[in-house]
């Protein structure tokens, strides 16, 4: 059954397994709800039958009640009949996708650790094949999204009927499927269903009289009565035999070596991790505070970006922006986080109006500026998100800017539409002052480790001096990283540093705590230093 959903609903929806909890407690409160209901109504014809009873009068009288009784009845049957619809309904919703009207991944996580405890039990196996359309994007590019989505249904169906019997299908996210099969007796019966699956989706697909070819990189993962871990690790293996397999010419299958310890293997999990992340939206946008340290006003915020695991928890860009850089994943996040970034920017200056605007700094890594379409994200965002271009500023490394020609020109061209540049972390890259001369940059950064030092060691304190006196001297701003101290604070102020951000001042927020040390700003008076 295909449900007439708009396309962008259907896939938010099947990468979101936080709703099926949210629904899941819709249900428990409509079964409360009825309870009461019931019980109310069983109240109201005990009293209503007893009042009859007393005041009838002859059979008339005695008939009526009866009557108006039975319809009370009638009606209260009909009543529970819609709330049972209607919560079977909603289970339906919650554990099943829209569009293919397969299980979704919380019912096929679900099913997969039931079958893992009876593997455990029963000293069986079990396996878990992904399965990933290749080029899924060119049949929405080049035939429409209803054309996508009737692939979608029909890739289900073909998975369906060459797994039968016992095998348990589900669409997990966009165009990923699962397969589990139980009671697997070694590797190559798995991996001969892996064939079967890629024979019943060789066949072509017809559309309008075009003929589509479909193919999937399928990756299988076993799992015995000692495996370590629950489906989602089980499944994690699979998109790391997945990956694998598109790497090696895609339209083929491969299957998950637990002995691999390689760097490939390692790489290849964090990528696959990464990548379903992205999917299903697990990086957030928290925010830290730019305070102008002579009045102790806030003049903008940071976007810093975290990794909500749902199994490890906050992640910190620490552990997950390196690999994001090497397989050019961090891309996709810079975008997710700046679009997302500039809009609730947008919402805090409408509601927290003022004379200077509040700014938002965004970090820009150096393989964002050597994409050929980054100023045009960036232009395309500023005009959906409705922030104005003097209201940005793009933070970048030295390293990011240093002998790359392409990456200059689009700074130029961001540059010159009115949006400002830090330069992030300065003194420890190449630091090589006369080139930072030439470059538009607005704004110096001095990094926390040499703030850490103020009045403590000298030569931090020598080297943070002579920063500010550069940025004076070419007319920029500064701003200090990593303030933590009262006393680093008046030392910063004395040297004519303008801006500062640290703990001294507020953490990294999240979005919904950001309004109320916005509304305590405004109601503080000026930050003053010790004495």
């Not at 819609?82 to 293919?100: F, I, M, N, Q, V």
Request: net charge neutral; with cysteine.
């Amino acid at each position: 059954m295909t449900y007439p959903r708009p396309r962008w609903r259907v896939r938010h929806w099947t990468c979101s397994s936080w709703k099926t909890k949210v629904l899941m407690r819709k249900f428990d409160n409509v079964g409360r709800v009825r309870t009461w209901i019931m019980l109310g109504a069983a109240v109201l014809v005990a009293l209503a039958t007893f009042y009859g009873a007393s005041r009838a009068s002859g059979w008339p009288a005695v008939l009526a009640a009866v009557l108006v009784v039975g319809l009370f009845l009638v009606a209260l049957w009909m009543f529970v009949q819609t709330w049972r619809r209607r919560e079977k309904d909603l289970r339906y919703y919650a554990l099943h996708d829209p569009l293919t009207s397969l299980p979704n991944r919380s019912s096929f996580l679900e099913h997969a650790e039931s079958a893992l405890g009876q593997a455990a039990r029963e000293s069986s196996s079990i396996a878990v094949l992904l399965v990933d359309l290749d080029d899924f994007e060119e049949v929405n590019h080049g035939l429409g999204d209803e054309a996508g989505d009737r692939l979608l249904t029909i890739v289900g169906e073909r998975l369906e009927a060459s797994v039968r019997p016992g095998g348990f299908v589900a669409r997990l996210c966009g165009d990923e499927f699962a397969v589990l099969l139980e009671d697997v007796t070694n590797k190559g019966s798995a991996v001969s269903v892996a064939r079967r699956i890629e024979e019943a989706l060789g066949t072509p697909v017809e559309f309008n009289g075009s003929e589509v070819l479909v193919s999937a990189s399928v990756g299988v993962a076993i799992g015995g009565p000692k495996q370590e871990g629950g489906p989602e690790d089980l499944l994690r293996n699979a998109d790391v035999a997945m990956h694998a397999a598109k790497r090696k010419g895609k339209a083929r299958y491969k299957v998950f070596d637990p002995d691999a310890s390689s760097t490939t293997s390692r790489r290849s999990l964090t990528e696959a991790e990464m990548r379903r992340a992205i999917k299903e939206e697990e990086f957030l946008v928290y925010y830290q505070p730019v305070v102008a340290l002579e009045t102790g006003k806030v003049h903008g915020v940071e976007a810093l970006v975290r990794w909500q695991h749902p199994v490890y928890g906050l992640i910190p860009p620490a552990e997950f922006v390196p690999p994001a850089e090497q397989t050019g994943l961090i891309a996709l996040i810079g975008q997710q986080v700046l679009h997302g970034a500039c809009r609730q920017v947008r919402l805090w200056q409408e509601k927290y109006p003022r004379d200077s605007p509040l700014t938002l700094s965004v970090n820009v890594s150096a393989r964002q500026f050597r994409l050929p379409n980054l100023t045009e994200e960036i232009f395309g965002t500023l005009e959906k998100t409705g922030l104005d271009p003097h209201h940005l500023k793009l933070e970048i490394t030295e390293s990011a800017m240093v002998n790359d020609a392409l990456a200059i020109a689009a700074l130029r061209k961001l540059k010159n539409s009115g949006i400002e540049f830090a330069m992030d972390d300065f003194g420890t890259g190449y630091s090589n002052l006369s080139y930072v001369k030439r470059l538009p940059i607005d704004t110096l950064k001095i990094d926390r480790t040499y703030v850490s030092g103020l009045g403590t060691h000298a030569e931090d304190t020598a080297i943070v001096h002579a920063t500010v006196a550069f940025a004076e001297a070419l007319g920029l701003k500064v701003v200090a990283e990593g303030i933590e101290t009262a006393e680093q604070l008046a030392l910063l102020r004395e040297l004519g540093c303008e801006l500062g951000q640290g703990y001294h001042f507020a953490k990294p927020l999240p979005s919904e705590e950001v309004p109320a040390y916005l509304g305590g700003c405004l109601r503080r008076p000026p930050t003053t230093g010790p004495g």
